[in-house]
Nanobody
C-alpha cells in the first residue's frame, strides 16, 4: 500500500524551529520528486518546497527561502522540512506529496500521492 505519513508538527513561538518528517512506504522512493505543501484555514493548499530524486535539486516558495530547508534520505525513504525562524503566517497544516518524476513540481495538480498532514502552529 502506497502511503506518506507526516510527523513533527506542533506548537512553537515565533522565531522557533520545527523539523517535519515524511515517511514513504509502498513506492520506489528514489524515483520520486517529493514536495511539501501547506494549507492555512480558509485558504488553498500552497506549494512550500520540492526536492528531486537525487536531492541535488530543490525549489522553494519565495516566502520561505533562507528559513526552510528540504532534504531527503533515499536509504530511509524519508523526506524532511527543517523550518527555522518561524512566523505566525507559517501556521498551517503541512502536507507531504510525491510524484514519479525528476521535475521539481510546484502545483497541487502535479502530485499524485499525498499524506494526511501535520499541524504547525506558530504563536506571536
Amino acid at each position: 500500500q502506497v502511503q506518506l505519513v507526516e510527523s513533527g508538527g506542533g506548537f512553537v513561538q515565533a522565531g522557533g524551529s520545527l523539523k517535519l518528517s515524511c515517511a514513504a512506504a509502498g513506492l520506489s522512493f528514489g524515483w520520486y520528486t517529493m514536495g511539501w505543501f501547506r494549507q492555512a484555514p480558509g485558504k488553498e493548499r500552497d506549494f512550500v518546497a520540492a526536492i528531486n530524486r537525487s536531492g541535488r535539486g530543490t525549489n522553494y516558495v519565495e516566502s520561505v527561502k533562507g528559513r526552510f530547508t528540504i532534504s531527503r534520505d533515499n536509504a530511509k525513504n524519508m523526506v524532511y522540512l527543517q523550518m527555522n525562524s518561524l512566523k505566525p503566517e507559517d501556521t498551517a497544516v503541512y502536507y507531504c506529496a510525491a510524484r514519479n518524476t525528476d521535475v521539481l513540481l510546484t502545483t497541487n495538480q502535479e502530485y499524485y500521492i499525498w499524506g494526511q498532514g501535520t499541524q504547525v502552529t506558530v504563536s506571536s
